[in-house]
């Protein structure tokens, strides 16, 4: 600010301290946002002596305020004089660290645990320490469940004697008498095992995790599963049978669904955190359970995982597993009762042929994904199908397509039009593994007729998916097969499929090059300007526009400049101002 | 001897210390709303809640708003201000909306309150109406930040050109404030009228019921519930039993029930399956032939379920009666408290005059041995369940003096009218009292009356 008139440059920042407290909670918050520039203005001196006092009462606040401040605060140790003086910012996030929202108080979880990192060792144990101290032995729970974020922080840096305080803290947490506290425990076990030695994980954290895992509440045993497979990504191989597995073979067949749920869920994790042989003994059958469990979500979950699973598996006994004891489950699975599994499954299984080979393929998983191309739920029809590729790198497609024709045709006329959309997405995809020939015979009818559907949505992807095929199948292709029809939606007598026209023209024209463009798709066009409807007239101007770059200049000057000056004095005030627009676009005026 | 009174059959004097076994009486302690003869519809209270500790009660009335009374401290030279609530807060919770889809109005009267456990210096409740479960904070402010740049003392405007220092504003102390501020607002789940909300033990999750289904939601999350019961049949003509009541367990936080128009209460078990559609338990009393009749299902259903505190029991209230039922058996009830028999024989007029359909609740005190739970004529009756003595209190206007005992009533049941007792066919059944409360830990009733608010508290003998 040098140079600068002092009450001129002090204004602003004026502005800034009196909204801190305006009325209106969007100021609040601007001000909040440059709180760095309000430092910095005021100086470390003033910062420290009077601007953090003041912050740390203002916790009344509402919560985007908040969040703001204490996403701030981790930021501002330099604006308080550096490191030396970073603890001054302890204070209003401790505050922060106690409301009720708890988005807020993450977010001051994380700031605090930020500038734990610059603080010095010595200022850990004078400021830091004991500020987590504080929060976990605080009345109300809120402030307990902050502290649990922090031991892993300021552990790996204190005194032995201090981290036996921080241990016991953490030992008495686990044990809180509120729910919310033992789950904030929970989910911070596994970090906190990561920073502990050995010795201590084995003799506290195992017996805590133990504990955890048998609450009496299932959404604290849950969160036992998670820290879990950092447990035992931290245990050497020897101690996980009599450490770890007795507890998670207890969670896999826990009386609540969702602790089983996140066994499923996490497997992938566990399994890889166990390695090989615990997987082959234990994790395999456990597996089998849960893709035969009695609650749906469970297998839906598992369902999931089962593609994963079998990657993971040891390579030596892989197929073996595999062909029996996963097929058999999945095969019950492709006639689950419930929907929810079937299309988990569906957007999974495919990628079990290329583990399993050809052979295995053809025998034992094309019969499955037949039965689910023909399945009652379009979902499951569709994520078979948008999993085609997997497929066609084994077998080649060809072994599936006597089936595929139907489901794709039946999808095509779902009744939800969403459905069809989704179909459509798929189809440049599908266009390039059968073939043009298959394509032409089979699936051409289908892409014409969704350009009259009567969803536009539908019309609009089915614009979008002629130009894909004609990037695909080349424009000689286009020439033949789908211009005419395009071309031939220009008379027909309802004004929306005319517009269709104009769009399709518009998505094809670069794809298919100047020559088409300009012999076939221009004369149409420019027909089409004289059309009673005025939407489709002013859609004329706005192809125009976006054709008239590929075409040649002379064509620009002789036939779309006359026709768009025409439209320019329409009547009707749209297609005067699209004319404008294309005139002045293609630099015709 | 003033304070004794005769029971039903009563063979001689007997003490009437109902609750706690301790031997004292119910005296009067405050009475809050309007004195006028004439009610205002939006007045009337329809519901009552002790916050966990006590410390506050709060009422929801039919005009949507809440009003929270905050216990008064006592001090050793007024005593007996032990059972006295003040006015701590008032809010408008709810206003009446219009929904326009299905053109129904949708009205702004508070269902229920519910109280969370404390979690820092605020206190939070949770209010519905018909439709939307609304989360509120109550929290205190003590303090303002004085000192502008750019105004002065008096408001006046500063020259911004003649700032030549910045001023950081400073907190000074200020009279008490109390703020309600809505925090969270849980709409678009229920297609019919929410009955009950009731916050889990896990302290994350709560449910709510409507007549057909119950809802299970995270407190943070509002734009996401799931559905745990749904009883609707695919065809609405095959309808035949709604969903009245529902509770969370007190200690295990997967277990809840809910009460129907049948009668019958089922246990679920969110354990077993993400959709309770089957129950665990099945809570049933067969029907006594011989008392058979027209109104038998009217009057058989529940119309409100509470957990004991101890979560070994649960207490459901039909039209005649309350039952105490042990979770560990479900072909009948353990105990079973007539709460006014006397209107057995007047059920066809009460099915004219619709007052058959009224709900009333049902409360426990602080150790499970009472439970109270009110009737006509502003009446409310109390069982203490380990002597099976009764009483029925009247909350009126013409015992409201301070520290007045209240006098027990009686009804007199056919034959002739002792003296004090008061004749059935002169019961006002425009006064009812459907919703009490008990302190959770002492001898502190609120009980509602139409628009009035009656707090009793015991008198140690």
Known sequence: MAGADGDDSLYPIAVLIDELRNEDVQLRLNSIKKLSTIALALGVERTRTELLPFLTDTIYDEDEVLLALAEQLGNFTMLVGGPEYVHCLLPPLESLATVEETVVRDKAVESLRKISQEHSPVDLEVHFEPLVKRLASGDWFTSRTSACGLFSVCYPRVSSTVKAEIRQHFRTLCADDTPMVRRAAASKLGEFSKVLELDYLKSDIISLFTALASDEQDSVRLLAVEACVSIATLLPQEDLETLVMPTLRQAAEDKSWRVRYMVADKFSELQKAVGPEITKNDLVPAFQNLLKDCEAEVRAAAANKVKEFCENLPEDSREQIIMTHILPCVKELVSDTNQHVKSALASVIMGLSTILGKDNTIEHLLPLFLAQLKDECPEVRLNIISNLDCVNEVIGIRQLSQSLLPAIVELAEDAKWRVRLAIIEYMPLLAGQLGVEFFDEKLNTLCMAWLIDHVYAIREAATCNLMKLVEKFGAEWAQNTIVPKVLGMANDPNYLHRMTTLFCINALSEACGQDITTKQMLPVVLKMSTDQVANVRFNVAKSLQKIGPVLDSNALQTEVKPVLEKLATDTDMDVKYFAQEAISVLALA | ?461
């Open chain 2, 1 to 461: 001897m003033a304070g004794k009174l005769l029971l039903k059959g009563g063979k001689g004097p007997t003490s009437l210390g109902v609750a706690g076994g301790n031997d004292f009486q119910w005296c009067f302690s405050q009475v809050k709303g309007a004195i006028d003869e004439d009610v205002a519809d939006a007045d009337i209270i329809s519901t009552v809640e002790f916050n966990y500790s006590g410390e506050l009660l709060a009422t929801g009335d039919k005009g949507g708003r809440v009003v929270i009374f905050q216990h008064e401290q006592e001090s050793k030279n007024r005593p007996h201000l032990r059972g006295e609530y003040n006015v701590y807060s008032t809010f408008q919770s709810h206003e009446p909306e219009f929904d326009y889809l299905k053109s129904l109005e949708i009205e702004e009267k508070i269902n229920k309150i519910r109280w969370l456990p404390q979690q820092n210096a605020a206190h939070f409740l949770l209010s519905t109406n018909d439709k939307t479960i609304k989360l509120w904070k109550i929290s205190e402010r003590d303090k303002r930040a004085e000192g502008y740049n750019l105004k002065d003392e008096d408001g006046r405007l500063r020259d911004p050109f003649r700032i030549t220092s910045l001023r950081v504003p400073v907190l000074m102390p200020m009279d008490l404030m109390v703020e309600a501020s809505p925090r969270r607002i849980f709409a678009n789940a229920h297609t019919y009228h929410i009955n009950s909300i009731s916050v889990n033990s896990d302290h994350e999750t709560y449910l709510s019921a409507d007549d057909l289904r119950i809802n299970l939601w995270h407190l943070e999350i509002t734009d996401r519930s799931f559905n745990i019961v749904d009883i609707k049949p695919a065809n609405m003509e095959e309808l035949t039993e709604v969903i009245t009541a529902a509770e969370c367990h007190p200690h295990q936080c997967n277990v809840f029930v809910y009460s129907s128009s049948k009668g019958t209460i089922r246990l679920c078990d969110m354990r077993s399956a993400a959709l309770c559609d089957r129950h665990s338990k099945f809570f049933e009393e067969p029907e006594d032939p011989s008392s058979r009749s027209f109104f038998s299902e009217i009057i058989s259903s529940i119309s409100d379920v509470k957990f004991s505190h101890s979560g070994r029991y649960m207490m459901t209230r039909d039209y005649l009666s309350v039952k105490v039922w042990d979770l560990n058996m479900e072909n009948r009830p353990v105990e079973t408290y007539q709460v006014h028999e006397y209107l057995r024989s007047k059920l066809c007029s009460l099915y004219e005059n619709d007052c058959i359909f009224d709900k009333f609740e049902c409360c426990w005190n602080g150790s499970d041995s009472a439970i109270m739970t009110g009737s006509y004529n502003n009446f409310f009756r109390m069982f203490d369940r380990n002597t099976r003595r009764d009483i029925t209190l009247e909350a009126s206007r013409e015992s409201s003096k301070p520290r007045a005992t209240l006098k027990p009533r009686k009804v007199s049941t056919g034959g002739k009218r002792k003296k004090d007792e008061i004749s059935v066919d002169s019961l006002d059944f425009n006064k009812k009292i459907l919703h009490t409360a008990w302190h959770p830990k002492d001898n502190v009733i609120a009980v509602a009356a139409t628009n009035n608010l009656y707090i009793f508290q015991d008198k140690i003998n």
